[in-house]
């Protein structure tokens, strides 16, 4: 995985495995990969990948059972949530732009809707091509 | 958490020009550290008087030991060899190190070296510089130490076996032992380092976590790093 040298590394190996959890990946009763395994395929520190697990688990996305490893979260509700939150930053990202490009709220769904429906068109002529 | 070494006021003067001064530095047990610096400016020599190979005034322990000729017996260092004849094969090198070493593992260096792909019966003088390099990476992670020191293990080597390298090291640090890894060119290293030690002006100019300075400045561990030199420069 490469990962950007400016964000915190254990912020981006939360954020890689709310990705497998969200693509389904990792499903939900999965259980994770033992520590140092996670740190050879990712390419990074053994403290690093503990310190993004034990938030995880902090937040209640994993469960360590011990003796045993890390495990998805089985509560559903917890991983709708997630999912939530992790599209609310997305869209916080992009309203907090257009905000700073001096576009008002009806300006920017007027934008969002012109630019999926242009997306969708170019999405379906690419698979008639 | 316990420190594996405690570096106090260490000077060092080479032909009456001081490299180190003042030099104070605590690593705790468990870390994965970057020692970062230009060339010549320290480094090697910092590295050289932790081992004990080198004298300076101030004291330095190491797992709380600060007696230098006990120290060789706590650190793994990667030696460049050469000590030994170019004619030497790889696996009479082990067997010396088997022989010389106590906690050196027959086993770990076994795995290492089939991770590494070396043939151990190739001759230290047809190896080229990358081969060489990974050899010494095998010999020192086969020793079961509480500090490692390794003195730029990618200077001048291709970038697959610089992954390689740093793939052994994350799977073959013991958990509780500290790594010291020494570089000017820190870009492909820095996912995996825990703290990055600068030294500059004849000390350490900087100790810091590494995610803190990619928190507390939103910039990268090289851009961290030239910026120190940036700071430096006079505009006059």
Redesign the interface.
């Known amino acids: 995985m490469k ?8 912020y981006q190996i939360k954020n890689y495995l709310y990705h497998e959890m969200m693509t389904g990946a990792l499903k939900p009763g999965d259980k994770l990969p033992a520590v ?1 395994q996670l ?2 395929d990712l ?6 990948v503990q ?1 993004a697990l034990g938030e995880m688990i902090t937040e209640g996305i994993l469960e360590s059972q011990r003796g045993k490893g890390n495990f998805v979260t089985m509560d559903e509700q917890r991983i709708t949530q997630l999912k939530e939150q992790l599209v609310m930053e997305q869209l916080e990202r992009v309203y907090e732009q257009l905000h700073a490009l001096n576009l008002t709220d009806e300006q920017i769904i007027a934008s969002l809707k012109q630019y999926i429906a242009q997306r969708g068109q170019r999405d379906d002529q690419r698979v008639s091509d | 958490m316990t420190n594996v070494l405690a570096i106090n006021q260490l000077t060092y003067k080479h032909n009456l020009k001081t490299i180190l001064k003042d030099v104070d530095l605590t690593l705790e047990t468990g870390k994965i550290v970057g020692l970062l610096g230009e060339n010549g400016a320290g480094k090697t020599t910092l590295m050289r008087l932790i081992t004990g190979s080198a004298k300076g005034s101030g004291t330095i322990a190491v797992c709380g030991d600060s007696v230098a000729t006990h120290h060789k017996s706590h650190i793994s260092f990667t030696e460049q060899l050469r000590g030994f004849k170019p004619n030497t094969r790889i696996d009479r090198v082990a067997n010396f190190y088997r022989t010389v070493y106590p906690d050196f593992d027959g086993q770990r260096f076994e795995e290492l070296i089939t991770f590494l792909q070396i043939d151990t019966s190739l001759k230290l003088g047809a190896l080229s510089k990358g081969m060489k390099e990974k050899v010494v990476i095998a010999l020192t992670l086969a020793r079961q130490a509480q500090l490692y020191l390794l003195d730029e293990p990618f200077s001048g080597i291709d970038s697959m076996s610089r992954k390689r390298i740093i793939s052994s090291i994350i799977k073959w640090k013991p958990e509780d032992a500290t790594m010291v890894i020494s570089d000017h060119y820190v870009s492909e290293i820095a996912p995996i380092l825990d703290e990055v030690v600068i030294v500059k002006d004849q000390g350490i100019y900087a100790h810091k976590p590494s995610d803190a300075i990619r928190e507390e400045f939103g910039i990268g561990i090289e851009a961290y790093y030239e910026s120190l030199y940036e700071r430096g420069v006079k505009h006059d």
């Open positions: 990962f950007d040298d400016k964000v915190p590394i254990y140092r740190a050879v390419t990074v520190n053994v403290n690093t310190r």
